[in-house]
């Protein structure tokens, strides 16, 4: 492997669905109110995927298709592309698979990669090493769920939370050392009682008592998860800023995954990043699981410089959490 080769990021593509769910819908779905939301989560509104026989793959395809355009580049080019996502449009064939038929990209493998909310996080690094080996020239990584497809709407805890979304960003070999720098990620598998769909697969495949009793939704056992959440991001954040000698004064841009505002925050706090400086879109997209990261990438594209310094942070089910650093490449203007 060559060392001066690293991945950088070229080009961002993102989709949001245009149907809304405010907190005044929800209202009338289950026992809560806007304000309640508002102060505990920070969202207002989440986008919702409406419509028959449409997966994640809906979404993918036009924010792929948006990212080949803006790089100025054709399907046949692309070598693998890696989707992160926990709502595959089936369990097999991967999403990738369904979404590289679906734009023309013949020459490229790819495949999905389940890590929940560090979906996105994950599957960057993957992308990199392939970049990095040398071996690959574009690598497609996208973050991506359909979270409404395993939502229960009855279930006051988790359907205020997630929404649905797809971001993409392309990676390419750079030589000026720019792209991803480091990576720290973490798993705990004994998080997985506290944070799951305990049915759909092989250990409870679905049958009418899987789903008389529900176990086909997301199930979250918030204050559990959000003690794990605001120490697992603000301590593996602060971690990859020490082991790479930065101070949050070096950093440009701190890119959280959108949960909860508050994990945002104690997050930013713990390394001294003002609020100027971390982008928030949780108030109108919710937590889009795997796709919150690339979809604040994606929205802030022309504030960002070229030598910008980024880290991203995310923390997901099973439990998976993990901090990024990377310098981003191009001008977004």
């Not at 080769?5 to 070229?10: F, N, R, V």
């Not at 560090?118 to 990584?141: D, H, N, P, Q």
């Not at 120490?231 to 890119?255: H, P, Q, Y």
């Amino acid at each position: 492997m060559s060392s001066t080769i690293k991945a950088a990021i070229t080009a961002v593509g993102g989709y949001v669905p245009e149907d809304k769910l405010t907190n005044f819908d929800l209202e009338k779905l289950v026992d809560t109110n806007d304000e309640w939301i508002r102060t505990r989560t920070g969202i207002s509104e989440r986008r919702i995927l409406k419509g028959e026989g449409k997966g994640v793959s809906e979404m993918i395809v036009p924010a792929v298709q948006q990212l080949l355009e803006k790089r100025g580049i054709d399907p046949l080019e692309i070598d693998c592309m890696i989707v992160g996502t926990v709502t595959p449009d089936m369990v097999f064939p991967a999403t990738a698979n369904v979404v590289c038929n679906k734009i023309g990209a013949k020459n490229a493998w790819g495949f999905d990669l389940s890590a929940a909310c560090s979906g996105f996080l994950y599957s960057l690094t993957m992308g990199a090493s392939l970049i990095e080996s040398g071996r690959y020239k574009k690598v497609i990584v996208v973050g991506a769920d359909k979270m409404s497809a395993i939502i229960d709407y009855t279930d006051r805890a988790t359907c205020i939370i997630f929404g649905d979304g797809a971001a993409a960003v392309l990676l390419e070999p750079n030589e000026e050392g720019l792209g991803l720098q480091d990576s720290i990620l973490k798993s705990d598998g004994s998080g997985a009682e506290f944070l799951r769909m305990k049915a759909g697969g092989s250990a409870y495949p679905a049958s009418i008592e899987t789903v008389t009793a529900r176990e086909h939704y997301a199930f979250q056992e918030g204050k559990t998860v959000f003690k794990f959440a605001v120490k697992g991001m603000a301590d593996v954040s602060a971690e990859l800023l020490e082991r790479n000698n930065l101070t949050g004064d070096d950093i440009n841009w701190l890119v959280p995954h959108q949960a909860n505002l508050r994990i945002i925050d104690a997050t930013a706090e713990r390394i001294n990043m003002p609020k100027e400086k971390v982008m928030i879109n949780i108030e109108k997209f919710g937590n889009t699981t795997a796709a919150t990261i690339p979809l604040c990438l994606w929205e802030w594209e022309n504030k960002l410089k070229k030598g910008d310094n980024i880290v991203l942070a995310a923390f997901g089910g099973g439990f998976t959490w993990g901090a990024t650093w990377l310098k981003w490449a191009y001008d977004g203007k």
